[in-house]
C-alpha cells in the first residue's frame, strides 16, 4: 500500500525551488540551481570526481565527441521510448543509478527517488548507504526495484543485506566492484565531509548560509539505515563503513558466492574491460554496468562509453554463452549521461527504434531531487 507524500517532503519543495526546477530545461539547469540551493558541501560531493576529475570530464567528453547520423525521410509520427530491460518492459531505456546519500540533496531523497522512478516507468536502484532501509522504500514506492550492494570487507554483513532484499522483493541485484580502495575525491577532504565529517570553519558557515536546507533536508541526519540494522548493539554504520566499505581483497570468487547466494538477476558494476564483461557472464551475470562510478574513483579510468563498443564487439561469444538470450542487450553504460541525446554507441539512428542502449542516471536525481 503506498502512503500519501510526507508534508515534510512537500514543504521541502517551497514554491521558490518549485518554480525554479519547472523552468529547469536541462540538467545543467538543475545542476546550476542546486548550487544554489544546497551548502557547497554537498555540491561538491554530488557533483565532485576522484584527484584531478580527469575521467569525470572526459565522460563527458565521450558522448560530445559522437555526432548522430539520422535516416532522412522516415516516417517518426509514431514514436515510443518503450523498451526491455533484463527481460522486463520499461517505458525509457533508462535506470535510475545507485546514489549514496540521496538524503543530503533532499529531504526523503530516497523514497521520492524511487517514487519518480516509479512514475517514470523505470527501474530504481537502491544504494547500500541510502537514508532510507530497503524494507521502507519496497513498502512505500513500488514500481521495478533494484539493490546496489557494496561488498564490506565483513562479508557476513553484504550477505545479510543481500538475503533482506531477496524478502523485501528486489528484483536485480547489483554488486559494485569498482571500490576496492577510497577515491581521493579532494573536493571532499577540502570540506571536510571526508574522512570523518569533520567540517571545516568555512563550511560551517556555508551551511549556516542555507537555512532552507538546515530547516528541511537537514532535520534529516545521515544514517545508513541498512547497514545500521546488522551490526551488533554498540557499533554505529558512521564508525563500520570507513573501516569497511573498501575491501583491496573483493575477486572473482566472491562474485560467484554472490551468484549461488541470489536468486534473481544479477548485474556487476565497475566493468571497464571486455574481457571482464565476458568473465562476469562466465560467472554467472546477467549483464555488467560500464562504469568508472561517475570518474569518482580511479581517475584516468576510461569511460563507459568508450568501452561500449570493445564489449559489443564480444557479443557474438556473450551470446554464445547465454548471456543475449537472458537479456538482449546486456550492458548498461553507466556515466556521463545528461541529456537524452547522450546517445550510447555508433548508428543511433537504429537505436531510437529497436534495440536502445540503457542508461543509468546517477547525478541528474541528486540535482533534480
Ligand atoms: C553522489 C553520488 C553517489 C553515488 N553513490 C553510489 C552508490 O552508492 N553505489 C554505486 O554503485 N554507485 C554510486 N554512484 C555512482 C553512480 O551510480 C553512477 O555510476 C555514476 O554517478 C554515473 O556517472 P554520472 O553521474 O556522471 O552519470 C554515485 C554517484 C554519485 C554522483
Keep these: ?9 512537500e514543504s ?10 519547472d523552468k529547469a530545461l536541462s540538467i545543467d539547469d538543475l545542476r546550476a540551481i542546486a548550487r544554489k540551493r544546497v551548502p557547497r558541501f554537498v555540491f561538491d560531493y554530488v557533483d565532485g570526481g576522484a584527484e584531478d576529475e580527469v575521467t569525470l570530464h572526459s565522460n563527458r567528453r565521450s558522448f560530445e565527441s559522437l555526432r548522430f547520423q539520422p535516416r532522412t525521410l522516415v516516417d517518426v509520427s509514431q514514436r515510443n521510448l518503450g523498451t526491455t530491460i533484463l527481460g522486463t518492459p520499461s517505458a525509457l531505456p533508462v535506470i535510475a543509478g545507485p546514489m549514496g546519500l540521496l538524503g543530503l540533496s533532499w529531504r526523503h531523497g530516497d523514497l521520492e527517488m524511487a517514487r519518480a522512478a516509479e512514475a517514470a516507468g523505470v527501474p530504481y536502484a537502491l544504494s547500500t548507504v541510502s537514508m532510507h532501509s530497503m524494507e521502507d522504500i519496497a513498502r ?21 543485506l543481500i538475503r533482506r532484499a531477496a524478502t523485501a522483493g528486489y ?7 569498482d571500490f576496492p580502495v577510497a577515491g581521493k575525491r579532494e573536493r571532499d577532504l577540502r570540506s571536510g565531509l571526508m574522512p570523518a565529517r569533520n567540517f571545516t ?13 538546515l530547516m528541511t533536508v537537514a532535520t534529516q541526519r545521515p544514517r545508513f539505515v541498512n547497514v ?52 562476469a557472464v562466465d560467472c554467472g551475470a546477467d549483464g555488467v554496468v560500464l562504469s568508472n562510478h561517475g570518474g569518482r574513483q580511479l581517475d584516468g579510468a576510461i569511460s563507459g562509453m568508450d568501452v561500449l563498443p570493445h564489449v559489443r564487439n564480444r557479443r557474438p561469444r556473450l551470446d554464445h554463452r547465454g548471456w543475449g538470450r537472458a537479456a538482449r542487450q546486456p550492458y548498461r553504460q553507466g556515466s556521463g549521461v545528461r541529456r537524452g541525446s547522450s546517445h550510447p554507441g555508433p548508428r543511433p539512428q537504429l537505436r531510437t527504434v529497436r534495440g536502445r542502449r540503457r542508461r543509468g542516471h546517477a547525478r541528474a536525481g541528486h540535482f533534480a531531487g
Design 140 to 160: 512505500v514506492a513500488g514500481g521495478r526495484l533494484w539493490f546496489q550492494c557494496y561488498v564490506f570487507r565483513e562479508r557476513a554483513v553484504s550477505e545479510a
Design 228 to 279: 545500521e540494522r546488522e551490526l551488533d548493539p554498540g557499533r554505529d554504520a558512521a564508525s563500520f563503513l570507513p573501516l569497511n566499505m573498501f575491501d583491496p581483497a573483493l575477486d572473482w570468487d566472491d562474485f560467484r558466492r554472490f551468484r549461488d547466494l541470489w536468486k534473481g538477476k544479477l548485474l556487476l558494476k565497475g566493468v571497464l574491460r571486455a574481457d571482464d564483461a565476458v568473465r
Design 1 to 9: 500500500m503506498k502512503e500519501t507524500k510526507t508534508k515534510e517532503t
Design 201 to 213: 570553519l568555512r563550511t560551517k558557515f556555508d551551511i549556516l548560509m542555507h537555512p532552507r536546507w
Design 12 to 21: 521541502c519543495r517551497d514554491s521558490n525551488v518549485a518554480m525554479d526546477l
Design 171 to 177: 528484483e536485480t541485484l547489483i554488486i559494485t566492484s
